[in-house]
């Protein structure tokens, strides 16, 4: 089916309330331009580099997210345009990106990657972390940037009943610190979680957010 069709398939398949970002990353701009053709503006991305290209070439109105892995050092380029950062995993990379959204004069929304999967070798806080880190009082004086809620991804793994387990225990966590910490905060409002091969079991696990290329662009080409 055509990158068109793809997304309109997509589409139907979630409820109201659960936000799309379609994953560009390794595709290229005409492939963007198709969907972006179709209606889409919210692309996410996974390397600084790829991105500032693209944001460079692509069309303004176009919302970048950006969901890889991220380094300190890049993190000034992508604060004067990124509109949602998903990888937040250590408070040294908050503290960074939020100096520089102050000397950019903007306020950076950032999702805390949260570690849920059995593997090893995802990034991210455990749950005990997070708490710790809240609880520290640091985030309170980070005035530049604004927690709007939580990522996670689940163990690459055929186990269902796995997945759904480890997107349930981040959908727990992200409703209680919901209550708690974020109670006076109306904008901590997303929970993203969800990927071309698990965004089904996402959704009904509480996903407000899911991340889908590959059901929509095909493969990637290294
Ligand atoms: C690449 C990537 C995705 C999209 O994966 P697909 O399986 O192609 O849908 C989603 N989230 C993150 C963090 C990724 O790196």
Excluded at 25 to 39: Q, R, T, V
Excluded at 175 to 199: I, N
Aim: with cysteine; aromatic share 10%; hydrophobic share 40%.
């Amino acid at each position: 089916m055509s990158i068109a069709g793809n997304l309109n398939a997509i589409r139907a398949t979630l409820p109201f309330h659960v936000k799309l970002v379609c994953v560009s990353k390794f595709h290229p701009n005409d492939s963007i331009l198709e969907a972006y053709a179709a209606g889409e503006k919210v692309f996410g991305e996974s390397k600084v580099q790829e991105v500032c290209q693209k944001y460079d070439t692509l069309p303004k109105d176009i919302v970048w997210h950006f969901i890889g892995h991220l380094q300190t050092n890049k993190v000034k380029f992508l604060v004067p345009f990124v509109a949602l950062i998903h990888g937040v995993d250590t408070l040294r990379l908050l503290e960074e990106i939020n100096k520089q959204a102050a000397k950019a004069g903007r306020t950076v929304d950032c999702l805390l990657q949260v570690h849920i999967a059995r593997e090893e070798t995802k990034f991210g806080f455990s749950p005990e972390e997070v708490n710790d880190a809240l609880n520290s009082g640091i985030f309170d004086t980070l005035n530049s940037v604004r927690i709007r809620g939580l990522m996670g991804m689940a163990t690459f793994t055929d186990n269902e009943a796995q997945v759904r387990a480890e997107f349930r225990s981040l959908k727990t966590l992200f409703d209680q610190l919901k209550t708690s910490y974020f109670s006076d905060k109306p904008w901590f409002d997303t929970l993203s979680m969800g990927m071309s091969d698990d965004y089904r079991i996402a959704i009904e696990e509480g996903s407000t957010m899911v991340r889908v290329g590959s059901s929509i662009f095909g493969a990637r080409q290294y």
